[in-house]
Protein backbone atom coordinates (compact mmCIF):
# COMPACT_ATOMS: atom_id res chain seq x y z
CA UNK A 1 0.00 0.00 0.00
CA UNK A 2 1.37 3.65 -0.63
CA UNK A 3 2.47 5.96 2.09
CA UNK A 4 -0.42 8.42 1.31
CA UNK A 5 -3.28 5.41 1.75
CA UNK A 6 -1.54 4.54 4.79
CA UNK A 7 -1.53 7.61 6.17
CA UNK A 8 -5.26 8.43 5.32
CA UNK A 9 -6.22 5.13 6.48
CA UNK A 10 -3.95 6.11 9.96
CA UNK A 11 -6.07 9.29 10.02
CA UNK A 12 -9.20 7.58 9.51
CA UNK A 13 -8.49 5.34 12.51
CA UNK A 14 -7.51 8.12 14.55
CA UNK A 15 -10.60 9.41 13.72
CA UNK A 16 -13.11 6.72 14.63
CA UNK A 17 -11.04 5.63 17.84
CA UNK A 18 -11.78 9.73 18.92
CA UNK A 19 -15.27 9.52 18.31
CA UNK A 20 -16.08 6.41 19.34
CA UNK A 21 -13.91 7.46 22.38
CA UNK A 22 -15.79 10.13 22.99
CA UNK A 23 -19.45 8.58 22.73
CA UNK A 24 -18.23 5.33 24.67
CA UNK A 25 -17.44 7.89 27.69
CA UNK A 26 -20.59 10.70 27.12
CA UNK A 27 -23.31 7.07 26.70
CA UNK A 28 -21.20 4.90 29.27
CA UNK A 29 -19.97 7.33 32.13
CA UNK A 30 -21.71 11.02 32.20
CA UNK A 31 -25.69 10.31 30.63
CA UNK A 32 -25.89 7.81 33.14
CA UNK A 33 -24.35 9.90 35.94
CA UNK A 34 -26.95 12.48 35.38
CA UNK A 35 -29.85 9.97 35.25
CA UNK A 36 -28.65 8.58 38.65
CA UNK A 37 -28.54 12.54 40.06
CA UNK A 38 -32.21 12.54 38.70
CA UNK A 39 -32.93 9.54 40.35
CA UNK A 40 -31.93 10.84 43.49
CA UNK A 41 -33.81 14.08 43.41
CA UNK A 42 -36.71 12.21 42.41
CA UNK A 43 -36.39 9.93 45.71
CA UNK A 44 -35.58 13.38 47.26
CA UNK A 45 -39.28 14.69 46.43
CA UNK A 46 -41.01 11.94 47.09
CA UNK A 47 -39.71 11.90 50.60
CA UNK A 48 -40.66 15.96 50.72
CA UNK A 49 -44.35 15.37 50.10
CA UNK A 50 -44.22 11.98 52.60
CA UNK A 51 -42.47 14.88 55.20
CA UNK A 52 -45.30 17.15 54.30
CA UNK A 53 -47.51 14.64 55.46
CA UNK A 54 -45.91 14.20 58.31
CA UNK A 55 -45.77 17.73 59.35
CA UNK A 56 -49.70 18.44 58.49
CA UNK A 57 -50.29 15.19 61.26
CA UNK A 58 -48.34 17.20 63.17
CA UNK A 59 -50.08 19.95 62.91
CA UNK A 60 -53.39 18.16 63.07
CA UNK A 61 -52.13 16.83 66.65
CA UNK A 62 -51.15 19.99 68.10
CA UNK A 63 -54.91 20.79 67.81
CA UNK A 64 -56.03 17.79 69.41
CA UNK A 65 -53.47 18.47 72.06
CA UNK A 66 -54.95 22.19 72.08
CA UNK A 67 -58.26 21.19 72.61
CA UNK A 68 -57.77 17.51 74.07
CA UNK A 69 -55.89 19.49 77.39
CA UNK A 70 -58.94 22.58 77.77
CA UNK A 71 -60.84 22.95 80.40
CA UNK A 72 -64.12 24.05 78.39
CA UNK A 73 -63.51 20.47 76.70
CA UNK A 74 -63.02 18.16 79.85
CA UNK A 75 -66.24 19.76 81.43
CA UNK A 76 -67.77 19.37 78.37
CA UNK A 77 -67.39 15.56 78.21
CA UNK A 78 -68.63 15.40 81.63
CA UNK A 79 -71.36 17.23 81.17
CA UNK A 80 -72.45 18.50 78.01
CA UNK A 81 -73.31 22.05 77.73
CA UNK A 82 -75.40 23.79 74.94
CA UNK A 83 -72.49 27.10 75.18
CA UNK A 84 -69.35 25.02 74.96
CA UNK A 85 -71.47 23.12 71.78
CA UNK A 86 -72.63 26.77 70.38
CA UNK A 87 -69.50 28.53 71.22
CA UNK A 88 -66.85 25.95 69.85
CA UNK A 89 -68.56 23.23 68.08
CA UNK A 90 -69.02 24.62 64.52
CA UNK A 91 -68.42 23.88 61.08
CA UNK A 92 -66.42 27.27 60.94
CA UNK A 93 -64.15 26.60 63.85
CA UNK A 94 -63.16 23.20 62.62
CA UNK A 95 -62.66 25.20 59.31
CA UNK A 96 -61.02 27.82 60.68
CA UNK A 97 -58.30 24.86 62.20
CA UNK A 98 -58.00 23.37 58.34
CA UNK A 99 -59.52 20.28 59.68
CA UNK A 100 -62.70 18.63 58.43
CA UNK A 101 -63.60 16.19 61.33
CA UNK A 102 -63.96 16.20 64.87
CA UNK A 103 -64.80 13.57 66.95
CA UNK A 104 -65.29 13.77 71.01
CA UNK A 105 -65.46 10.44 72.85
CA UNK A 106 -66.67 10.36 76.33
CA UNK A 107 -65.11 8.06 78.91
CA UNK A 108 -67.14 5.17 77.99
CA UNK A 109 -66.64 5.58 73.91
CA UNK A 110 -69.49 6.98 73.46
CA UNK A 111 -69.29 10.04 70.22
CA UNK A 112 -70.66 12.99 71.86
CA UNK A 113 -69.67 15.37 69.19
CA UNK A 114 -69.48 14.56 65.61
CA UNK A 115 -68.71 17.37 63.26
CA UNK A 116 -67.36 17.61 59.74
CA UNK A 117 -67.25 19.85 56.93
CA UNK A 118 -69.21 19.26 53.86
CA UNK A 119 -67.06 17.66 51.64
CA UNK A 120 -66.73 14.48 54.36
CA UNK A 121 -70.20 13.65 53.21
CA UNK A 122 -72.29 11.42 55.38
CA UNK A 123 -69.83 9.82 57.86
CA UNK A 124 -72.76 7.11 58.45
CA UNK A 125 -70.86 5.75 54.61
CA UNK A 126 -67.27 6.16 56.45
CA UNK A 127 -66.89 2.52 57.96
CA UNK A 128 -64.22 3.91 60.44
CA UNK A 129 -66.47 6.66 61.56
CA UNK A 130 -70.12 5.16 61.69
CA UNK A 131 -71.78 4.26 64.95
CA UNK A 132 -72.45 6.25 68.24
CA UNK A 133 -70.97 3.58 70.42
CA UNK A 134 -67.44 2.43 69.96
CA UNK A 135 -65.95 -0.95 71.01
CA UNK A 136 -62.51 -1.04 72.44
CA UNK A 137 -61.96 -2.82 69.31
CA UNK A 138 -62.47 -0.21 66.82
CA UNK A 139 -59.33 0.81 65.09
CA UNK A 140 -59.52 4.21 66.14
CA UNK A 141 -59.16 3.38 69.59
CA UNK A 142 -56.63 0.05 68.79
CA UNK A 143 -54.37 1.75 66.87
CA UNK A 144 -53.64 4.76 68.51
CA UNK A 145 -52.81 2.39 71.81
CA UNK A 146 -49.21 3.44 70.98
CA UNK A 147 -49.32 6.23 68.29
CA UNK A 148 -51.95 9.68 68.13
CA UNK A 149 -51.61 10.31 64.55
CA UNK A 150 -51.89 8.85 61.44
CA UNK A 151 -53.44 8.43 57.85
CA UNK A 152 -56.38 5.85 57.63
CA UNK A 153 -57.90 4.62 54.49
CA UNK A 154 -61.93 5.51 54.02
CA UNK A 155 -64.26 4.94 51.40
CA UNK A 156 -64.39 8.48 50.95
CA UNK A 157 -60.32 8.95 50.87
CA UNK A 158 -57.29 8.84 52.76
CA UNK A 159 -57.58 10.96 56.43
CA UNK A 160 -54.79 12.47 58.19
CA UNK A 161 -56.23 11.70 61.45
CA UNK A 162 -54.69 12.50 65.37
CA UNK A 163 -56.26 11.80 68.76
CA UNK A 164 -55.75 13.06 71.97
CA UNK A 165 -57.24 12.49 75.51
CA UNK A 166 -59.61 14.84 77.33
CA UNK A 167 -57.24 16.08 80.09
CA UNK A 168 -57.53 19.08 82.24
CA UNK A 169 -55.12 22.10 81.32
CA UNK A 170 -53.05 20.43 83.77
CA UNK A 171 -52.75 17.40 81.84
CA UNK A 172 -53.80 15.91 84.81
CA UNK A 173 -55.71 12.34 84.40
CA UNK A 174 -57.57 10.67 84.18
CA UNK A 175 -58.64 11.25 80.35
CA UNK A 176 -62.40 11.95 80.16
CA UNK A 177 -62.55 10.92 76.92
CA UNK A 178 -60.64 11.30 73.47
CA UNK A 179 -60.73 14.56 71.04
CA UNK A 180 -59.99 13.20 67.25
CA UNK A 181 -59.15 15.89 64.39
CA UNK A 182 -59.21 14.51 60.99
CA UNK A 183 -58.21 16.20 57.41
CA UNK A 184 -59.06 14.53 54.43
CA UNK A 185 -56.18 14.23 52.01
CA UNK A 186 -58.22 15.34 48.77
CA UNK A 187 -57.06 17.38 45.89
CA UNK A 188 -57.60 20.69 47.63
CA UNK A 189 -55.02 19.05 50.13
CA UNK A 190 -52.70 17.55 47.39
CA UNK A 191 -52.50 20.71 45.51
CA UNK A 192 -51.52 22.77 48.73
CA UNK A 193 -48.74 21.02 49.36
CA UNK A 194 -47.96 21.05 45.96
CA UNK A 195 -47.73 24.81 45.64
CA UNK A 196 -45.77 24.93 49.39
CA UNK A 197 -43.27 22.33 47.69
CA UNK A 198 -43.44 23.61 44.40
CA UNK A 199 -43.85 20.33 43.25
CA UNK A 200 -46.57 18.54 41.08
CA UNK A 201 -47.84 15.22 42.17
CA UNK A 202 -50.92 13.59 42.66
CA UNK A 203 -52.04 10.94 45.24
CA UNK A 204 -54.45 8.09 45.23
CA UNK A 205 -55.32 5.43 46.74
CA UNK A 206 -54.38 2.03 44.99
CA UNK A 207 -54.03 -1.80 45.58
CA UNK A 208 -51.00 -2.79 47.32
CA UNK A 209 -48.28 -4.39 45.34
CA UNK A 210 -44.93 -2.92 46.37
CA UNK A 211 -43.53 0.20 48.60
CA UNK A 212 -40.63 0.66 47.08
CA UNK A 213 -40.33 3.77 45.24
CA UNK A 214 -39.23 3.75 41.72
CA UNK A 215 -38.30 6.30 38.88
CA UNK A 216 -39.18 5.78 35.56
CA UNK A 217 -37.74 8.16 32.42
CA UNK A 218 -39.93 7.86 29.98
CA UNK A 219 -38.04 10.13 27.14
CA UNK A 220 -35.51 12.61 27.42
CA UNK A 221 -37.86 15.24 28.28
CA UNK A 222 -40.15 13.49 30.68
CA UNK A 223 -39.38 11.37 33.83
CA UNK A 224 -42.06 9.77 36.49
CA UNK A 225 -41.47 8.75 40.18
CA UNK A 226 -43.76 6.31 42.03
CA UNK A 227 -43.85 6.63 46.18
CA UNK A 228 -46.08 5.25 48.74
CA UNK A 229 -47.48 6.12 51.45
CA UNK A 230 -48.81 2.95 54.02
CA UNK A 231 -52.09 3.27 55.89
CA UNK A 232 -52.59 2.46 59.28
CA UNK A 233 -55.73 0.57 58.73
CA UNK A 234 -55.61 -1.17 55.79
CA UNK A 235 -53.03 -4.21 54.39
CA UNK A 236 -54.42 -3.91 50.53
CA UNK A 237 -54.63 -0.27 50.06
CA UNK A 238 -51.81 2.66 49.88
CA UNK A 239 -51.66 5.90 48.66
CA UNK A 240 -49.44 6.09 45.44
CA UNK A 241 -47.71 9.40 45.04
CA UNK A 242 -47.22 10.03 41.37
CA UNK A 243 -44.78 13.20 40.12
CA UNK A 244 -44.26 13.78 36.43
CA UNK A 245 -41.54 15.66 35.75
CA UNK A 246 -39.46 17.58 32.77
CA UNK A 247 -36.01 16.92 32.75
CA UNK A 248 -34.51 19.90 31.86
CA UNK A 249 -31.33 18.97 33.33
CA UNK A 250 -30.79 15.93 31.15
CA UNK A 251 -32.54 18.21 28.41
CA UNK A 252 -29.79 20.83 28.77
CA UNK A 253 -26.64 17.45 29.44
CA UNK A 254 -27.90 15.90 26.36
CA UNK A 255 -27.84 19.70 24.04
CA UNK A 256 -24.79 20.40 25.85
CA UNK A 257 -23.50 16.50 24.77
CA UNK A 258 -24.80 17.32 21.11
CA UNK A 259 -22.64 20.63 20.76
CA UNK A 260 -19.88 18.93 22.39
CA UNK A 261 -19.82 15.90 20.18
CA UNK A 262 -20.21 18.10 17.17
CA UNK A 263 -17.35 20.13 18.29
CA UNK A 264 -15.24 16.82 19.03
CA UNK A 265 -16.38 16.09 15.18
CA UNK A 266 -15.51 19.30 13.36
CA UNK A 267 -11.78 19.45 15.70
CA UNK A 268 -10.71 16.40 15.28
CA UNK A 269 -11.48 16.10 11.26
CA UNK A 270 -9.91 19.62 11.19
CA UNK A 271 -7.12 17.68 13.08
CA UNK A 272 -7.44 14.84 10.92
CA UNK A 273 -6.28 17.45 7.92
CA UNK A 274 -3.95 19.41 9.84
CA UNK A 275 -1.92 16.54 10.39
CA UNK A 276 -2.67 14.83 7.21
CA UNK A 277 -1.35 17.55 5.33
CA UNK A 278 1.37 18.31 8.03
CA UNK A 279 2.31 14.61 7.88
CA UNK A 280 2.02 14.53 3.92
CA UNK A 281 4.64 17.94 4.10
CA UNK A 282 7.26 17.05 6.29
CA UNK A 283 8.02 13.42 6.02
CA UNK A 284 5.50 11.70 2.89
CA UNK A 285 6.21 14.36 0.31
CA UNK A 286 10.04 14.13 0.63
CA UNK A 287 9.85 10.14 1.13
CA UNK A 288 8.59 9.84 -2.22
CA UNK A 289 10.77 12.38 -3.75
CA UNK A 290 13.74 10.76 -2.20
CA UNK A 291 12.18 7.57 -3.32
CA UNK A 292 11.61 9.34 -6.78
CA UNK A 293 15.09 10.64 -7.15
CA UNK A 294 16.23 7.04 -6.34
CA UNK A 295 13.86 5.51 -8.81
CA UNK A 296 15.05 7.96 -12.12
CA UNK A 297 18.84 7.20 -10.59
CA UNK A 298 18.15 3.75 -10.67
CA UNK A 299 16.52 3.34 -14.17
CA UNK A 300 18.31 6.37 -15.73
CA UNK A 301 21.56 5.80 -17.70
CA UNK A 302 23.00 9.34 -17.44
CA UNK A 303 22.96 8.97 -13.51
CA UNK A 304 21.37 12.60 -12.63
CA UNK A 305 22.11 14.16 -9.63
CA UNK A 306 20.21 14.19 -6.25
CA UNK A 307 18.90 17.19 -5.47
CA UNK A 308 19.27 18.13 -1.81
CA UNK A 309 16.42 19.33 0.23
CA UNK A 310 17.11 21.83 1.92
CA UNK A 311 15.94 21.03 5.44
CA UNK A 312 17.34 21.55 9.31
CA UNK A 313 16.08 17.83 10.05
CA UNK A 314 16.51 14.38 9.37
CA UNK A 315 15.11 13.78 6.24
CA UNK A 316 17.13 16.99 5.18
CA UNK A 317 20.03 15.07 6.36
CA UNK A 318 19.18 11.95 4.69
CA UNK A 319 18.62 13.83 1.78
CA UNK A 320 21.96 15.18 2.25
CA UNK A 321 23.31 11.49 3.07
CA UNK A 322 21.59 10.45 -0.30
CA UNK A 323 22.82 13.31 -2.89
CA UNK A 324 26.37 12.63 -1.46
CA UNK A 325 25.83 8.32 -2.12
CA UNK A 326 24.18 9.32 -5.40
CA UNK A 327 27.52 11.51 -6.04
CA UNK A 328 29.56 8.73 -4.73
CA UNK A 329 27.53 6.42 -7.08
CA UNK A 330 27.32 8.78 -9.91
CA UNK A 331 31.40 8.60 -9.86
CA UNK A 332 32.03 5.18 -9.81
CA UNK A 333 29.41 4.43 -12.62
CA UNK A 334 30.88 7.14 -14.67
CA UNK A 335 34.62 5.54 -14.09
CA UNK A 336 33.06 2.14 -14.34
CA UNK A 337 31.54 3.52 -18.40
CA UNK A 338 34.71 4.75 -19.03
CA UNK A 339 36.36 1.80 -18.02
CA UNK A 340 34.41 -0.01 -20.26
CA UNK A 341 34.54 1.53 -23.08
CA UNK A 342 38.63 1.74 -22.81
CA UNK A 343 37.47 -2.00 -22.61
CA UNK A 344 35.46 -2.38 -25.54
CA UNK A 345 37.84 0.02 -27.46
CA UNK A 346 40.37 -1.83 -26.94
CA UNK A 347 39.13 -5.27 -27.63
CA UNK A 348 38.20 -3.36 -30.94
CA UNK A 349 40.72 -2.22 -32.21
CA UNK A 350 44.12 -3.40 -33.34
CA UNK A 351 47.28 -2.54 -31.28
CA UNK A 352 49.54 -1.98 -33.82
CA UNK A 353 47.59 0.28 -36.34
CA UNK A 354 45.40 1.70 -34.20
CA UNK A 355 42.40 0.49 -36.79
CA UNK A 356 39.30 -1.81 -35.74
CA UNK A 357 40.15 -5.55 -35.84
CA UNK A 358 38.20 -8.38 -36.99
CA UNK A 359 36.19 -8.88 -34.22
CA UNK A 360 34.68 -4.80 -34.56
CA UNK A 361 33.67 -5.70 -37.81
CA UNK A 362 32.23 -9.12 -36.96
CA UNK A 363 30.04 -7.04 -34.05
CA UNK A 364 29.46 -4.43 -36.54
CA UNK A 365 28.06 -6.93 -39.83
CA UNK A 366 25.70 -8.54 -37.22
CA UNK A 367 23.73 -5.24 -36.22
CA UNK A 368 21.05 -4.52 -37.98
CA UNK A 369 21.62 -0.13 -37.43
CA UNK A 370 24.57 -0.84 -39.53
CA UNK A 371 22.37 -1.74 -42.20
CA UNK A 372 19.82 0.59 -42.30
CA UNK A 373 22.00 2.37 -45.28
CA UNK A 374 20.33 1.50 -48.15
CA UNK A 375 21.73 1.60 -51.58
CA UNK A 376 25.22 0.96 -53.13
CA UNK A 377 27.65 -0.27 -51.02
CA UNK A 378 31.15 -1.69 -51.84
CA UNK A 379 33.60 -3.64 -49.88
CA UNK A 380 37.17 -3.30 -50.48
CA UNK A 381 39.89 -5.71 -49.35
CA UNK A 382 43.50 -4.73 -49.42
CA UNK A 383 46.59 -6.65 -49.37
CA UNK A 384 50.58 -5.35 -49.43
CA UNK A 385 52.16 -7.10 -52.52
CA UNK A 386 55.00 -9.67 -51.28
CA UNK A 387 55.14 -8.05 -48.00
CA UNK A 388 56.60 -11.72 -46.83
CA UNK A 389 59.94 -10.07 -48.68
CA UNK A 390 60.08 -7.14 -46.41
CA UNK A 391 59.83 -8.91 -42.94
CA UNK A 392 62.11 -12.01 -44.35
CA UNK A 393 64.48 -9.07 -45.86
CA UNK A 394 64.67 -6.36 -43.03
CA UNK A 395 63.12 -8.02 -39.96
CA UNK A 396 59.61 -7.91 -38.42
CA UNK A 397 59.98 -4.86 -36.36
CA UNK A 398 60.51 -3.21 -39.85
CA UNK A 399 57.22 -4.53 -41.17
CA UNK A 400 55.57 -3.55 -38.60
CA UNK A 401 56.17 -0.04 -39.54
CA UNK A 402 55.25 -0.73 -42.89
CA UNK A 403 52.10 -1.95 -41.78
CA UNK A 404 51.38 1.00 -39.61
CA UNK A 405 52.56 3.69 -42.70
CA UNK A 406 50.15 1.57 -44.76
CA UNK A 407 47.53 1.92 -42.18
CA UNK A 408 47.92 5.91 -42.27
CA UNK A 409 47.25 5.43 -46.37
CA UNK A 410 44.73 3.78 -46.15
CA UNK A 411 42.64 6.14 -43.65
CA UNK A 412 43.85 9.09 -45.77
CA UNK A 413 42.09 7.49 -48.83
CA UNK A 414 38.84 6.91 -47.50
CA UNK A 415 36.13 8.77 -45.94
CA UNK A 416 35.90 9.36 -42.23
CA UNK A 417 32.49 7.10 -42.00
CA UNK A 418 34.24 4.60 -43.99
CA UNK A 419 34.99 1.93 -41.76
CA UNK A 420 38.54 0.65 -42.01
CA UNK A 421 39.32 -2.76 -40.14
CA UNK A 422 42.71 -4.69 -39.99
CA UNK A 423 40.89 -8.26 -40.47
CA UNK A 424 43.94 -10.50 -40.38
CA UNK A 425 48.08 -10.42 -41.24
CA UNK A 426 48.41 -7.58 -43.81
CA UNK A 427 45.00 -8.00 -44.81
CA UNK A 428 42.57 -4.62 -44.69
CA UNK A 429 38.64 -4.84 -45.24
CA UNK A 430 37.13 -1.30 -45.80
CA UNK A 431 32.71 -1.14 -46.25
CA UNK A 432 31.90 1.65 -47.70
CA UNK A 433 28.15 3.14 -47.87
CA UNK A 434 26.59 5.04 -50.14
CA UNK A 435 29.60 3.98 -52.38
CA UNK A 436 29.02 2.55 -56.34
CA UNK A 437 31.02 1.17 -58.40
CA UNK A 438 32.26 4.36 -60.34
CA UNK A 439 33.76 6.09 -56.98
CA UNK A 440 35.10 2.46 -56.07
CA UNK A 441 37.48 2.68 -58.84
CA UNK A 442 38.53 5.98 -58.38
CA UNK A 443 39.08 5.12 -54.56
CA UNK A 444 40.83 1.61 -55.81
CA UNK A 445 43.10 4.01 -58.04
CA UNK A 446 43.93 6.58 -55.88
CA UNK A 447 45.03 3.83 -52.93
CA UNK A 448 46.75 2.35 -55.14
CA UNK A 449 48.75 5.23 -56.72
CA UNK A 450 49.48 6.80 -52.89
CA UNK A 451 50.73 3.46 -51.78
CA UNK A 452 53.17 3.02 -55.00
CA UNK A 453 54.09 6.62 -54.53
CA UNK A 454 55.26 6.06 -50.95
CA UNK A 455 58.16 5.34 -49.59
CA UNK A 456 58.00 3.04 -46.61
CA UNK A 457 60.10 1.59 -43.67
CA UNK A 458 61.82 2.98 -40.50
CA UNK A 459 64.19 5.10 -43.08
CA UNK A 460 61.60 5.32 -45.89
CA UNK A 461 63.34 4.05 -47.96
CA UNK A 462 61.34 1.31 -49.28
CA UNK A 463 59.00 1.12 -52.04
CA UNK A 464 55.80 -1.17 -51.74
CA UNK A 465 52.69 -1.83 -53.77
CA UNK A 466 49.07 -2.92 -53.11
CA UNK A 467 46.57 -5.07 -54.76
CA UNK A 468 42.94 -4.17 -54.45
CA UNK A 469 39.81 -5.98 -54.57
CA UNK A 470 36.22 -4.79 -54.38
CA UNK A 471 32.67 -6.01 -54.72
CA UNK A 472 29.79 -3.78 -54.87
CA UNK A 473 26.18 -4.63 -54.42
CA UNK A 474 22.79 -2.98 -53.92
CA UNK A 475 21.76 -3.48 -50.49
CA UNK A 476 17.70 -3.46 -50.21
CA UNK A 477 16.91 -4.90 -46.91
CA UNK A 478 18.85 -4.86 -43.45
CA UNK A 479 17.71 -8.22 -43.82
CA UNK A 480 19.69 -9.23 -46.88
CA UNK A 481 22.82 -7.57 -45.20
CA UNK A 482 22.74 -8.95 -41.94
CA UNK A 483 22.60 -12.90 -43.72
CA UNK A 484 24.47 -12.25 -46.37
CA UNK A 485 27.77 -10.03 -45.40
CA UNK A 486 29.93 -12.83 -45.20
CA UNK A 487 29.84 -13.97 -49.06
CA UNK A 488 29.67 -10.27 -49.70
CA UNK A 489 33.08 -9.92 -48.54
CA UNK A 490 33.93 -13.51 -50.13
CA UNK A 491 33.16 -12.27 -53.47
CA UNK A 492 35.40 -8.78 -52.09
CA UNK A 493 38.43 -11.20 -51.34
CA UNK A 494 38.23 -13.81 -55.02
CA UNK A 495 38.58 -9.99 -56.42
CA UNK A 496 41.90 -9.23 -54.43
CA UNK A 497 43.28 -12.76 -55.34
CA UNK A 498 42.18 -11.94 -59.07
CA UNK A 499 44.00 -8.57 -58.67
CA UNK A 500 47.05 -10.85 -57.07
CA UNK A 501 46.74 -13.52 -59.99
CA UNK A 502 47.10 -10.63 -62.73
CA UNK A 503 50.17 -9.09 -61.71
CA UNK A 504 49.74 -7.19 -58.08
CA UNK A 505 49.44 -3.55 -57.77
CA UNK A 506 46.50 -3.04 -59.32
CA UNK A 507 43.06 -3.36 -58.68
CA UNK A 508 40.13 -5.33 -59.10
CA UNK A 509 35.94 -4.51 -58.95
CA UNK A 510 33.52 -6.37 -58.94
CA UNK A 511 29.44 -4.60 -59.67
CA UNK A 512 26.67 -7.01 -59.32
CA UNK A 513 24.52 -7.05 -62.25
CA UNK A 514 21.06 -8.59 -62.88
CA UNK A 515 21.00 -12.38 -61.98
CA UNK A 516 23.54 -11.00 -59.21
CA UNK A 517 21.01 -12.58 -56.04
CA UNK A 518 21.98 -12.92 -52.62
CA UNK A 519 22.78 -15.78 -51.38
CA UNK A 520 23.88 -17.21 -55.38
CA UNK A 521 27.26 -15.04 -55.15
CA UNK A 522 30.24 -16.76 -56.70
CA UNK A 523 32.88 -18.55 -54.26
CA UNK A 524 35.87 -19.61 -56.18
CA UNK A 525 37.45 -17.42 -58.41
CA UNK A 526 36.61 -19.10 -61.55
CA UNK A 527 33.21 -18.77 -60.92
CA UNK A 528 34.23 -14.82 -61.47
CA UNK A 529 34.82 -15.29 -64.53
CA UNK A 530 31.50 -17.36 -65.53
CA UNK A 531 29.32 -14.82 -64.05
CA UNK A 532 31.05 -11.66 -65.88
CA UNK A 533 30.78 -13.44 -68.71
CA UNK A 534 27.05 -14.63 -68.15
CA UNK A 535 26.93 -10.71 -67.11
CA UNK A 536 25.90 -10.90 -63.56
CA UNK A 537 29.13 -9.32 -62.86
CA UNK A 538 30.13 -6.27 -63.82
CA UNK A 539 34.43 -5.90 -63.86
CA UNK A 540 36.37 -3.16 -63.73
CA UNK A 541 40.19 -2.68 -63.24
CA UNK A 542 43.06 -0.49 -64.81
CA UNK A 543 44.19 -3.79 -66.76
CA UNK A 544 44.49 -2.72 -70.82
CA UNK A 545 42.20 -5.30 -71.63
CA UNK A 546 40.38 -6.60 -68.46
CA UNK A 547 38.74 -9.37 -70.68
CA UNK A 548 42.23 -11.43 -71.02
CA UNK A 549 42.62 -11.43 -66.89
CA UNK A 550 43.21 -15.04 -65.55
CA UNK A 551 40.34 -16.23 -63.33
CA UNK A 552 41.85 -19.82 -62.58
CA UNK A 553 43.04 -20.13 -58.83
N1 LIG B 1 55.82 -7.66 -39.51
C1 LIG B 1 54.65 -8.27 -39.56
N2 LIG B 1 54.41 -9.21 -40.43
C2 LIG B 1 53.25 -9.81 -40.51
C3 LIG B 1 52.24 -9.49 -39.61
N3 LIG B 1 51.14 -10.25 -39.91
C4 LIG B 1 51.47 -11.03 -40.94
N4 LIG B 1 52.71 -10.76 -41.31
C5 LIG B 1 53.45 -11.38 -42.36
O1 LIG B 1 52.89 -11.09 -43.61
C6 LIG B 1 53.37 -12.05 -44.54
C7 LIG B 1 52.29 -12.46 -45.48
O2 LIG B 1 52.89 -13.22 -46.46
P1 LIG B 1 52.09 -13.89 -47.58
O3 LIG B 1 50.76 -14.26 -47.06
O4 LIG B 1 52.93 -15.02 -48.11
O5 LIG B 1 51.96 -12.82 -48.67
P2 LIG B 1 52.97 -11.87 -49.37
O6 LIG B 1 54.34 -12.18 -49.03
O7 LIG B 1 52.56 -10.43 -49.02
O8 LIG B 1 52.71 -12.13 -50.84
P3 LIG B 1 51.42 -11.72 -51.64
O9 LIG B 1 50.42 -11.37 -50.68
O10 LIG B 1 51.07 -12.91 -52.40
O11 LIG B 1 51.84 -10.56 -52.47
C8 LIG B 1 53.88 -13.22 -43.67
O12 LIG B 1 55.28 -13.28 -43.74
C9 LIG B 1 53.45 -12.88 -42.26
O13 LIG B 1 54.38 -13.32 -41.33
C10 LIG B 1 52.51 -8.50 -38.63
O14 LIG B 1 51.69 -8.16 -37.78
N5 LIG B 1 53.73 -7.90 -38.66
Redesign the pocket.
Known amino acids: MKLTKKLILGEIIFFLLLMGGVFFAVFTFVLPEIRAIERQGHLKNLAKIEHAFQNELERIKIATIDWGEWDDTYEYVVKPSRDYEESNLLVDSIEDLKVDLLIILNRDHQVISKLHTEKMGSLERINLLKGQNWSHSHPLLQYFSDNDSAIFFTEKGPLLLARHPILTSQSTGPANGYLFFARLLDNEFTEHVSSSLELGFTASLVDKTTLQPSVEFINDDLSHAVGYQQLANSVDKVIQLDIEQPRPFYHQAMNATKISLLAVFIIGLMACFATYFMLKKILVNPIILLQKQAELFTKSEGKPAFSVLQRDDEIGALSTSFAEMAKELSNDFNRLEQERDELENASHTDA?TNLKNRRYLEELMHSEDTWKAKGDWTIFTL??????????SYG?????V??QQFSKVITQNFREQDIVVRS???EFTVICRQTDQQTANSIAERLRLATEMKTFGKDNNLRITC?IGFFTMNIMSAEAGLKYWQSMIKVSDLALYAA?HNG?NTWVGLNCLMGCEHGTYPKELPDIGTWIKERKLQLSSPKANPEEMIWSA
Open positions: LDLDHFKKVNDHDVGDVLGGESKR
